[in-house]
């Protein structure tokens, strides 16, 4: 069984997901062991072994991964579905059989569904695709559903946690307004910038109205030996390191 985190109030829901990180899968060091990166050095045969095996553990047939830019395109897989590598930071509404895929290394990867009507949603947010506004989107397009936002459960995983993420103040400026006074501090000893990445989308989700939010406590970058890390290892290890994913979609 390969390790992962999960949000305890989806249990019970007719849909898989996990929050995977690097454990548990074949690829050799620095890319130890379930990279599924295909922007790393790591042999493509890892890579796809390591989605399979994940794919495999959830039970879904078909997992879309979609290259990552750090915009907020929507991939939309209402009418039908990518016969081609797509780009987009956000996936919504996998049909049966099919799973979604958000690849991080330090950046939020944020779950949703609509558990009554059966609508999933995930999204890549990095401080640029959360600045601008990618999660306020994803909402916006289960709006366009007629799905509002307090039906809305949302589950955000491991990500580089505040005290790992100093920042120059060309990101604490991008923060929305609510987010810049609340979420950014100045460290006490060394005076520089830091951001709360999950604190500042936990409080964006509530104010729009989204009400059932889990957290993972889990930062990717102190935690070395179950995540990946781009800014330790750009730190550490000359820049080289895997790739991890949250999934959500549905067995078949």
């Known amino acids: 069984m390969i390790p992962c985190e999960q949000n305890p109030s989806w249990s019970d829901a ?84 099919v799973g979604l895929a958000i690849q991080t290394a ?33 909402l916006q397009r289960f709006q366009k559903d007629g799905l509002q936002s307090e039906d809305i459960s949302v589950a955000i995983g491991p990500a580089i946690g505040p005290g790992a993420f100093e920042v120059g103040e060309e990101v604490v400026d991008a923060m ?14 060394t005076g520089r910038w830091h ?5 500042a989308a936990t409080m964006m989700l509530r104010q729009s109205g989204v009400r059932d939010i889990w957290v993972s406590g889990s930062c990717t970058y102190t935690d070395q030996a179950h995540h990946f890390s781009h800014r330790f290892a750009t730190h550490h290890l000359n820049g080289q390191t895997g790739r991890q994913v949250a999934v959500i979609g549905w067995p078949g």
């Open 195 to 199: 951001v709360d990445l999950k604190q």
């Open 176 to 189: 929305p307004e609510p987010c810049r006074e609340l979420c950014a501090f100045r460290h006490f000893q």
């Open 106 to 138: 330090d950046c939020m990867p944020v779950l949703f569904a609509h558990k009554a009507e059966g609508v999933l949603g995930g999204a890549h947010a990095g401080w640029r695709g959360f600045a601008r506004g990618i999660l306020e989107s994803m």
């Open 14 to 97: 007719p849909f898989a997901h996990g929050f995977f990180g690097r454990l548990g899968g074949v690829s050799p060091s620095p890319y130890d062991s379930l990279n599924i990166g295909r922007s790393t050095q790591d042999h493509e045969a890892n890579v796809q072994k390591n989605r399979s095996l994940i794919a495999a553990q959830l039970g879904i047939n078909n997992i879309i991964h979609p290259g990552q830019v750090h915009g907020t395109e929507i991939l939309d897989l209402s009418d039908h579905l990518p016969s081609d590598h797509v780009v987009a930071d956000a996936v919504y509404n996998p049909p049966k059989s």
